[in-house]
Each structure stands twice: as structure tokens, then as C-alpha cells.
């Protein structure tokens, strides 16, 4: 049996153990964090507040925001992008996270060798699990005839999704992964290996407070990734992800996923926050439920 069905068998297994009750399960008995609000408008106030102070109390070179603006507002079209002047994801997520007060579940999608993942658990201690997801699975071109190292397929002639390499390298940074994540945080962090389409399906809708995507950088996989990942977004979650800046993809991903959403029930266009290093991550909340 090949490392891939072995793989995907054990983690249907163990999380059909793990979801049987959904929400004990991966949340670890944690669930969504932010309550309904009344206002909705007041909710993104509250939220632009936490970010915009963030951005204020971070120290370091000032990026001129304005420029950026002006340089990136065709990705920006349907929705307002605010582009922040020195704080970079690390440092925004180390105050946004415990500032919103989220002690439910988060996740990331694509983690490499896990650096991310590691500050996400940091960024927030009262947080619950936190899911990797990756398929750590090696290749020898790109995606899409995207020159793109990290991407975990490649598209043939015939538009199938083949090719993968000699796979030791990827095991070992798999356990690598596995290894570290579970020695710094013991109790949260659950280590996910498969594509992020397929992880997506096993967990419950709703049930993510901070979700990081990260895996696929050409425009539909991110597409996919944001089709397959919003809905597990706690009403109030924050998603983010990486590249914004970078080949525009991702960029361009969002903007279309966001135009297709029916967003809008705070009578503004939804906000997308752009961090100041490059290449920069976005960042944007759903709005939370009302009451
Ligand atoms: C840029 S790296 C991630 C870096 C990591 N987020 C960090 O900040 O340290 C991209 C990762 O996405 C993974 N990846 C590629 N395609 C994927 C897919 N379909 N689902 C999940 N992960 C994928 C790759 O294996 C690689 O490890």
C-alpha cells in the first residue's frame, strides 16, 4: 500500500474518532469565541480598531502604504484594502489573536517545516488545537507551469494532477514537523498530512477561529483553498494567507472569492488587511452573527 492511501486511511480514522462529536473533537472542547453582535458596523470597528492599533504599536521601518495603495487597487476592486505600515503577519497575529479573545480552534494550510504554525500556537496560548495541514508530498516541476517549488502537483498534458518524486526528503520533514509541533505544544497541535481539498471535508463547518492558507500559490488553488476552507470559519474568525504580494495569484484568488461571497451585511464592502513586509499576507474577518 503506498505511503499516500496509508496516509489518508490513518487520518480518516483517526478523525472519525475525533469528530464524532464534531466539536469536542478538534476544537478539543474549545468552540467558536466571538458572541453575536447587535451591530454589525460596530463589530467592524472593533476589529479595524484591534488591527489599525496593531499596526501603530509596532515598531520598525514604515512602509509608505499610500504608494502601495495606489500600486495594488486593481486587486482591490469590491473591497477596501488597508495596507498596513509595519507590522508584518508574526507580528499582527501575536496581537490580533489575543486581542479579539479567540480560544476556539485554528488551522494552517501548506506548513512547510512548520514556522508558522509554531507562531500561531505562540501568538495565542489561551488558543485551542491547531491543524497542519500539508501533504508533504515531493515533485519535480511546479504547478500549473507555475515555477512554484513548494506546490505539491503538477498538472500533465492531459490536465491530471501527477508527478511526484522520491518522497524521503518530505517524509522526514514530515516527522520533523510532527515532532517539534507536538514537543512545544503538546495538547493543540494535530498534524494533518494530506491535500488541503481533502483535509478541509473532515472538519465541521464553522469551527475554525483563525484559519492561515498557505499551500497552493496559482490562482486556482487558492481559489480552491478559500472555497473549501471560509465555510469552517467560526462566524467573528479571522482568515488570512500568504503572497498576496508576490506572482498576484493569491491576490487575485481573493478578490474573486470575496466578490462571489454575500458579504455585505455591515453596509460596507468587506475589509482585507495587507501586512507591510513582502511578500505580504492578507488578512480579513467574517462578520459575526447578529442578535
Ligand atoms: C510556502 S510553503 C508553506 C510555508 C509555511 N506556511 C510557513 O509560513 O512557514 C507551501 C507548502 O504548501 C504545501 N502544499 C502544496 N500544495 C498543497 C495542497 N494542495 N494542500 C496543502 N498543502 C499544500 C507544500 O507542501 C508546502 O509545504
Not at 468552540?31 to 480598531?49: G, K
Amino acid at each position: 500500500m503506498s505511503c499516500q492511501l496509508r496516509c489518508a486511511l490513518v487520518l480518516k480514522l483517526t478523525m472519525a474518532v475525533l469528530l464524532h462529536d464534531p466539536h469536542a473533537s478538534i476544537l478539543g472542547g474549545a468552540t467558536c469565541s466571538v458572541p453575536c453582535w447587535r451591530d454589525s458596523a460596530a463589530w467592524v470597528e472593533h476589529s479595524d480598531t484591534l488591527i489599525l492599533k496593531a499596526d501603530n504599536n509596532t515598531r520598525g521601518k514604515e512602509r509608505n502604504a499610500q504608494a502601495r495603495a495606489k500600486h495594488f487597487a486593481h486587486l482591490c476592486s469590491g473591497m477596501e484594502c488597508v495596507f498596513l505600515r509595519r507590522a508584518d503577519r508574526s507580528k499582527l497575529l501575536n496581537r490580533v489573536l489575543r486581542g479579539i479573545g479567540y480560544h476556539g480552534a485554528s488551522a494552517e494550510i501548506g506548513v512547510w517545516q512548520g514556522a508558522m504554525s509554531l507562531a500561531i500556537m505562540r501568538a495565542n496560548p489561551s488558543m485551542g488545537r491547531h491543524l497542519s495541514v500539508d501533504p508533504w508530498i515531493g515533485h519535480m516541476g511546479g504547478c500549473d507551469k507555475l515555477a512554484d517549488r513548494h506546490c505539491a502537483m503538477v498538472r500533465g498534458k492531459n490536465g491530471s494532477l501527477v508527478r511526484k518524486a522520491n518522497n524521503t526528503k518530505f517524509d522526514g520533514m514530515h516527522r520533523n514537523v510532527v515532532t517539534s509541533l507536538s514537543s512545544y505544544f503538546p495538547r493543540r497541535s494535530l498534524v494533518v498530512r494530506n491535500f488541503s481539498v481533502e483535509a478541509s471535508r473532515l472538519i465541521p463547518d464553522s469551527s475554525l477561529d483563525f484559519i492561515y492558507i498557505d499551500g497552493r500559490h496559482d490562482l486556482a488553488g487558492v481559489s480552491e483553498d478559500l472555497a473549501s476552507w471560509w465555510p469552517k470559519l467560526c462566524r467573528g474568525g479571522l482568515l488570512g494567507g500568504h503572497d498576496w504580494i508576490g506572482n498576484g495569484q493569491a491576490a487575485q484568488a481573493l478578490r474573486k472569492w470575496i466578490k462571489s461571497q454575500p458579504f455585505g451585511t455591515t453596509g460596507r464592502p468587506p475589509r482585507v488587511y495587507i501586512t507591510a513586509e513582502n511578500p505580504a499576507s492578507y488578512f480579513t474577518f467574517r462578520e459575526p452573527c447578529r442578535w
